[in-house]
């Protein structure tokens, strides 16, 4: 209960200032394609330098929260993911926005957003010694078998069949090993220097998503003069409230999954929303909807990506180790203010820690007002005809390609997958698995490398990845789900005959 | 947001009319091959902090990142793609790039680049988790004599300091043990340590500086030819009888492709060792746990110079 003592840290005139300045400024940054979590709070590190450690921390938490909270925007009214986290928002958020629910879905999203952000501080405030030995036990086989259960939620992805969700799956792992490969230095697949860096996640996710929708917005304004206009529709801010509790199911896996794939290191925030979303279409007796803009989805996918950030920073705080990019940027943060975090950081400096986490939970709460306000403009971005529209997105996506690393070869590759991706389509597959298979391949591959190479001085691979509760478990949990997904899609072809 | 707007303005204007006279008179940027919270990355933005300052370079140095392939992607593209106008710096991590192009695959060499200025000097340093049974490096030489080719321990990557150290720990002390390349750097290998997935590992001495603060590990020796400041209860592997130099140190610091005007280059590197030398740098790193080490233009370059002779001397074998 150490926390409420702190409270009067954070509600001095600076600290507030900070608190909604970073938020407002996290959503905004986190709407922009481009702006992850990780490069926002980057950009925000030099600044704390001039601010005391307590300030600077605040800034750096307010910014972290309200990114990730942000990037939905863009998911939800552009189908442009602002971050990997935000990819299973856009499946279900911008259906519903092409429905005219696009005030609806933002609502929904930053609800869940906020509730599972709570949940997932609160576990960082009264759980965290627990926690931190739960985030070691995952060693190289049990994050490599955890990939693999990423790689069998593919199959069951937005995709009409199994078949072509993992095919995508592998179009994306295939890209992954692109580039230098990290441990042996070796090239793969560089057939121009441009690509010797591989392909970078985030230009990768705008080219996807972003420029199929581009070029069908163009093409549209060319032959079809009467182009039909996305509306929003006001929608009460209390009904939304209310929907999200009655779709407490939803809220729940997504809170839960998102809070236990944020606390273990190395696979961090990017595909807590998925796995949400596909855990809670399974338990959910409605499956058929997801995807077409039903809510349960975007509040599953919204939940999860919030309740990540708490967890994500238990091993951070208790044990220096970053489990995420963004952790990673925060690490520095605190270093340069020469706070080490370890065991004894909640004892060493409760004054800067306690006031930084609390103002975790005030910016969860700021972060849904504001960003509820955000949405009431929906309507104003689905007033833009769709071939201004196509011209903004275009921009934004370019510019968020060159941002990352300031390279026009990003942006190259951004348009070249998107063509690609146009295509695609067209064929029936999808961005989403395609993009999960991006950051699952190195997951799966560096993990399996490790470890194997440990277990040659062992016992052998045999026994370092199929032994042991933790490896049998999640071997079973990745088995049960891709049962599931050909079961369900057995008996739906057979309904359908 | 204003780092990305004045990189953004750099990209956008033209090249004409550059005269090193008025050098700098846009925005400087410096390339770290290592990802945005990583050691070289955090090191870089502080010594780069007074940079904006008129009696300094008199203009701001904003950091981008390339990271990839423990550095191998950066440094490739900063051989190949940089302009060589001073407007592009990198940073520089030894032994990591020499030895990365003694083993070849990548379109750089020591002579590829022109050093400015070292900024700082991070030796690697053996760890074991706090409940090991191993207490200094003659526990891991007896247990690795013992079970040729099982002790597990930890690095960086291939052909990095921390791999070097490797090499020459077994080299000295003759004996065969499984070193372990993570991915993800120095927080990845260090994870694997904390966690009990390998018994022991190389790391950073800043990084093991923290760690050990922190209650979560045993420091049992420094790859340095002297004990370090932040550790002075450490020996170095020569007090343990271990024949190992300070070819592992990491050395950073910055420097610009081969090409760039020598005037630009005189000028640089008078100023850099300065803002390096400056007291809200020095107060910065300390508070870090980052040894500062900062040498001239000279100094470095004779550094490279030895390092390329050791380094292929020690990778010839492999």
């Given at each position: 209960m150490e926390f409420l003592f702190h409270f009067g840290e954070v509600f001095t005139l600076t600290s507030m200032l900070l608190l909604i300045g970073g938020t407002i400024g996290g959503l905004i940054l986190g709407a922009t394609p481009g702006l992850s979590p990780t490069m926002a709070v980057a950009l925000l590190i030099p600044f704390?330098?001039?601010?005391?450690?307590?300030?600077?921390?605040?800034?750096?938490?307010?910014?972290?929260?309200?990114?990730v909270a942000g990037g939905a925007v863009s998911a939800i009214l552009l189908k442009i993911p602002g971050a990997p986290a935000n990819i299973a928002t856009t499946l279900d958020g911008h259906t519903m926005a092409k429905k005219g629910?696009?005030?609806?879905?933002?609502?929904?999203?930053?609800?869940?957003?906020?509730?599972?952000?709570l949940f997932g501080v609160f576990l960082l405030i009264f759980l965290t010694p627990v926690l931190a030995q739960w985030a070691l036990a995952f060693s190289y086989s049990h994050t490599f078998w955890l990939a693999i259960i990423g790689v069998a939620v593919i199959g069951s992805l937005e995709s009409s069949s199994v078949v072509k969700g993992l095919l995508s799956g592998c179009i994306g792992m295939w890209l992954?090993?692109?580039?230098?490969?990290?441990?042996?230095?070796?090239?793969?697949?560089?057939?121009?220097?441009?690509?010797?860096?591989?392909?970078?996640?985030?230009?990768a996710l705008i080219g996807l998503f972003a420029i199929p929708q581009v070029i069908s917005m163009f093409a549209k304004g060319r032959f079809d003069t009467s182009v039909e206009q996305i509306t929003v529709e006001k929608h009460p801010i209390g009904e939304a409230f209310r929907e999200v509790f009655r779709r407490f199911r939803a809220l729940g896996v997504g809170t839960v999954v998102g809070s236990i794939i944020g606390l273990i290191p190395g696979v961090g925030g990017q595909i807590a929303g998925l796995v949400a979303y596909d855990q809670s279409k399974k338990f959910s007796p409605e499956k058929a909807k997801f995807g077409t803009g039903h809510s349960e989805g975007v509040i599953a996918a919204e939940s999860a990506n919030n309740a990540m950030v708490g967890p994500s920073l238990v091993p951070l705080l208790t044990l220096s180790i970053p489990g995420s990019p963004t952790a990673a940027v925060l690490l520095g943060g605190l270093i340069i203010h020469g706070i080490f975090p370890g065991p004894k950081l909640f004892d060493t400096y409760p004054e800067v820690i306690w006031p930084f986490i609390n103002s975790m939970l005030?910016?969860?709460?700021?972060?849904?007002?504001?960003?509820?306000?955000?949405?009431?403009?929906?309507?104003?971005?689905?007033?833009?005809?769709?071939?201004?529209?196509?011209?903004?997105?275009?921009?934004?996506?370019?510019?968020g390609s060159f941002a990352v690393q300031q390279s026009m070869n990003d942006v190259y590759v951004m348009a070249a997958l998107g063509a690609m991706m146009f295509?695609?389509?067209?064929?029936?597959?999808?961005?989403?698995?395609?993009?999960l298979g991006l950051i699952l391949g190195p997951i799966a591959e560096s993990n399996f490398v490790t470890g194997n190479q440990i277990s040659l001085?062992?016992?052998?691979?045999?026994?370092?990845?199929?032994?042991?509760?933790?490896?049998?478990?999640?071997?079973?949990?990745?088995v049960v789900s891709i049962g599931y997904s050909l079961w369900s899609e057995i008996s739906a072809r057979r309904a359908a005959s | 947001m204003k780092k990305l707007l004045a990189a953004l303005a750099i990209s956008l204007m033209s090249f004409g009319g550059m005269a090193a006279a008025d050098y700098p008179d846009r925005p400087v940027l410096l390339m770290v091959s290592y990802g945005a919270g990583g050691a070289t990355d955090f090191q870089a933005r502080i010594v780069t902090i007074p940079a904006g300052n008129e009696d300094q370079l008199g203009m701001p140095i904003a950091i981008i990142n390339k990271p990839g392939a423990g550095g191998r992607v950066g440094w490739n593209w900063f051989a190949t793609e940089a302009e060589a106008d001073g407007y592009t710096l990198g940073a520089y991590n030894i032994p990591h790039f020499i030895a990365q192009s003694i083993k070849g695959g990548v379109d750089y060499s020591k002579d590829s680049f022109e050093p400015i200025a070292n900024w700082g000097a991070d030796p690697a340093v053996f760890i074991v988790g706090k409940d090991s049974a191993f207490n200094s490096m003659a526990d891991v030489v007896a247990y690795a004599k013992e079970n040729p080719g099982k002790l597990t321990f930890s690095g960086a990557g291939l052909f990095v300091g921390h791999h070097i150290a490797a090499l020459q720990i077994e080299k000295a002390a003759g004996v065969k043990m499984a070193y372990i390349p993570t991915k993800g750097g120095g927080a990845a290998a260090m994870k694997a340590v904390i966690a009990g997935d390998v018994l022991g590992g190389v790391n950073n001495l800043s990084d093991a500086f923290r760690a050990r603060e922190a209650g979560n590990i045993k420091i049992l020796g420094v790859a340095d030819l002297e004990r370090n400041e932040f550790l002075p209860d450490v020996p170095t592997m020569k007090e343990q009888g271990l024949d190992v130099d300070n070819s592992s140190v990491n050395f950073r610091g910055i420097m610009v492709p081969k090409g760039t005007p020598q005037e630009i280059i005189d000028n640089l590197a008078a100023v850099v060792p300065k803002m390096f030398e400056h007291k809200r740098v020095k107060q910065r790193?300390?508070?870090?746990?980052?040894?500062?080490?900062?040498?001239?233009?000279?100094?470095v370059l004779a550094m490279w110079e030895a390092r390329q002779k050791t380094l292929e001397e020690l990778l010839a074998g492999l």
């Open positions: 704390t330098f001039q601010l005391e450690a307590v300030h600077g921390l605040i800034l750096l938490g307010a910014a972290y929260t309200s990114t629910q696009g005030a609806r879905a933002l609502q929904l999203s930053f609800i869940a957003s906020l509730f599972g952000g992954a090993t692109i580039g230098f490969d990290d441990i042996q230095g070796a090239k793969r697949f560089v057939f121009h220097p441009a690509l010797s860096g591989g392909i970078n996640i985030i230009p005030l910016g969860q709460i700021l972060m849904c007002v504001f960003g509820i306000y955000i949405a009431s403009f929906a309507a104003r971005v689905a007033q833009v005809p769709q071939s201004v529209m196509a011209a903004i997105v275009l921009g934004l996506a370019v510019y295509f695609l389509e067209r064929f029936g597959f999808s961005a989403a698995p395609l993009v001085a062992q016992d052998g691979p045999a026994v370092y990845f199929l032994t042991g509760t933790l490896n049998l478990t999640l071997i079973a949990i990745a | 790193m300390k508070a870090g746990g980052s040894p500062l080490h900062i040498m001239t233009r000279d100094e």
